[in-house]
């Protein structure tokens, strides 16, 4: 049986309806069934917290001291020195250390492997230059494999974009979890920050020590996924600005970051869906009004059709069919979602962790 033009844009409407219903059925079933990556789920490993409330009045009494007392010899003495511009001071530290650092022996002439990102950063800020650390968002959604992931999950970069080239080592200390070292925010369109997660003690972990070289402009995603769930609360749906915070130690818990040397992502538009907070007739409205532009077209060709005495253009038995298969087709997917959408409303009374986040 040969096709006609119009029996093609029949069959390409109601497959579009058909992967549009079972789109929206996957999202609204992934959205509700993501769990919490549970990275920062225990009570086991206290983070360091002790010196959080003490900081402030710490960094007060670098401000007295003198610089051959404030070198090296006080906590956060590189936010200090980069405070009072010491680039000269810290170029030699940072040149120091490279000359003894360890060094492969298989390759004597690579660069040094130490973990030299703070002293790097401090010498860049010093000298009023450009961190030498990106951070990106490689993808939400998705692993490192592509695969998609439930739930608001961000798959971070870290670049090298310092001025002179200079490499860094991405060391992996093997005693936090990962996901402890970053912090995600959120900030709506009037610029308010999302309230975070508390977090409290983090999960052990028994990871190897280790790391790698990034060498000038290159990147690499890291390897693991945030779960946003679990540094912001649930946040109504809407755009919102998304910025990560990265740091070599644990800082989910830390609100004010002064004092560390962190790094942090240009601020990213997102888009925030939270169906556990959308009501079932706005999930429906698509199909809805699907159902109702069909079922009045039906209606108003049925009755040119039945006054029309040219036969040449009537309808034929196949676009009535198709017209009937279009009206059954969206008043299912309404129906579908709706009650899809009710029945996991009964399931699941908390929004926290039915929330998801993508690129805008």
Not at 252 to 270: M, Q, Y
């Amino acid at each position: 049986m040969k096709l006609s033009l119009r029996d093609l844009f029949w069959l390409t409407l109601i497959v579009a309806i058909g992967l549009s219903w079972r789109l929206q059925h996957s999202r609204i079933v992934a959205a509700f069934a993501g769990k919490f990556f549970g990275a920062l789920q225990s009570a086991d490993f206290e983070p360091s917290l002790s010196d959080i409330d003490d900081r402030q009045r710490e960094l007060a009494a670098l401000e007295t001291l003198r610089e051959s007392e404030l070198i090296a010899r006080v906590p956060y003495y590189q936010h200090e020195m980069v405070r009072r511009r010491m680039s000269g001071e810290l170029q030699e530290m940072y040149d120091h250390l490279r000359k003894h650092a360890r060094r492969n022996r298989a390759a004597p002439n690579a660069a040094p492997v130490w973990d030299n990102r703070h002293m790097l950063t401090a010498w860049r800020r010093s000298a009023g230059m450009p961190d030498p650390i990106e951070i990106e968002v490689a993808s939400i959604g998705r692993d490192r494999k592509g695969r998609p992931v439930a739930g608001p999950v961000i798959l971070p970069r870290i670049k090298n974009v310092d001025a002179e080239g200079e490499p860094f080592y991405l060391e992996t200390k093997g005693v936090i979890p990962a996901a402890a070292c970053w912090r995600v925010q959120l900030f709506d369109a009037q610029g308010q920050r999302v309230p975070g997660v508390d977090i409290g003690a983090f999960k052990p972990t028994a990871g190897p020590i280790g790391g790698e070289m990034l060498l000038d402009h290159q990147s690499r995603v890291c390897d693991v996924l945030l779960d946003a769930r679990e540094y912001v609360k649930s946040p109504p749906p809407g755009r919102y600005t998304l910025v990560l915070f990265h740091a070599s130690r644990a800082i989910t818990n830390e609100d004010d970051l002064v004092g560390r040397i962190s790094w942090k992502s240009k601020p990213i538009p997102v888009i925030v869906e939270n169906l556990a907070l959308t009501s079932k007739w706005q999930l429906i409205v698509l199909p809805l009004s699907l159902f109702l532009i069909t079922l009045l077209i039906s209606l108003v060709l049925f009755v040119q059709q039945t006054f029309r005495r040219n036969s040449a253009r009537r309808l034929k038995v196949r676009d009535w069919l198709a017209l009937v298969l279009i009206v059954l087709l969206t008043a299912a997917w309404g129906i579908d979602i709706f009650l899809l959408k009710q029945t996991l409303d009964q399931q699941q009374s908390n929004a926290a962790s039915s929330w998801t986040m993508r690129l805008l």
